[in-house]
């Protein structure tokens, strides 16, 4: 065991990650720092929030690491402390906060990421004070908005699928996913079969026409493209 342990890396990571609107165009930026190297990452994507792409930072950084290391990561984001500490009890929790309650948390395919990521290494958190003259912090900053700013091309495919809304209000021309769902949609948050976006619950505007046999007491809709399904448990006998 004490081999295996002088045998790992110190690497020092600073993170910051951020939005020009929240939600709209981000980016994140990464330093690694091993000794006398040091690597630079970035990217930017065309519609995301800041928490986002502040755990995608540390997502990247983590992911760039090619063996088992003890890592000291920086960063300005409290959200990002928060959620690395809770990540595995939320995942007990059925990605819930509060087991007492039905709302998962945000961001789960993100978290689930990070724990991967996490898990080969021993990752300490260090909170730095954002816009106070911390070096490696500021070059992060840099990096994170020229990339929101001049490089926001990529897209957070599941953001996007799951706010519409804000692809709307973006004026996007939104990309379903490559690999839509083929089964029957039959509970709400289920993915549209034509678009991808999670299908919500409606409550029929029309009503009961006098002789009608059955009626369907909801229905689920895509929000982005309007497609309906119609589904067996809504059915009601008149």
């Known amino acids: 065991m004490a081999n295996s342990q002088q045998k790992r890396k110190r690497v020092t990571i600073y993170t910051d990650g951020g939005c020009l609107g929240n939600p709209g165009p981000g980016g994140y930026g990464v330093v690694l720092l091993y000794g006398k190297h040091r690597k630079e990452l970035s990217a930017g994507y065309r519609l995301t929030t800041n928490n986002r792409m502040e755990l995608l930072a540390a997502i990247v950084a983590l992911e760039a690491l090619k063996t088992p290391c003890d890592v000291q ?29 039905p709302q998962k948390a945000a961001n789960v395919d993100l978290l689930k990421r990070l724990l991967d990521a996490s898990r080969p290494h021993r990752v300490t958190y260090q909170w730095v004070k954002g816009h106070a003259e911390v070096e490696e912090n500021e070059r992060c900053d840099e990096l994170a908005t020229n990339a929101a700013k001049n490089e926001a091309v990529l897209i957070d495919e599941e953001f996007e699928r799951q706010h519409p809304d804000a692809v709307a209000r973006m004026n996007i021309d939104y990309q379903p996913p490559a690999n839509l769902p083929k089964g029957k949609i039959e509970h709400v948050g289920q993915p549209c079969r034509k678009c991808g976006c999670p299908v919500e619950k409606r409550v029929p505007k029309r009503q009961r026409k006098p002789g009608q046999k059955y009626y369907y007491e909801y229905y689920l809709a895509c929000p982005r493209c309007g497609t309906m399904y119609m589904v067996e448990s809504a059915k009601r006998q008149n």
């Open 73 to 101: 990561l920086h960063t300005d984001s409290k959200y990002l402390i928060l959620v690395a500490g809770s990540a595995a009890r939320w995942k007990a929790n059925g990605w819930r906060r509060d087991p007492r309650k």
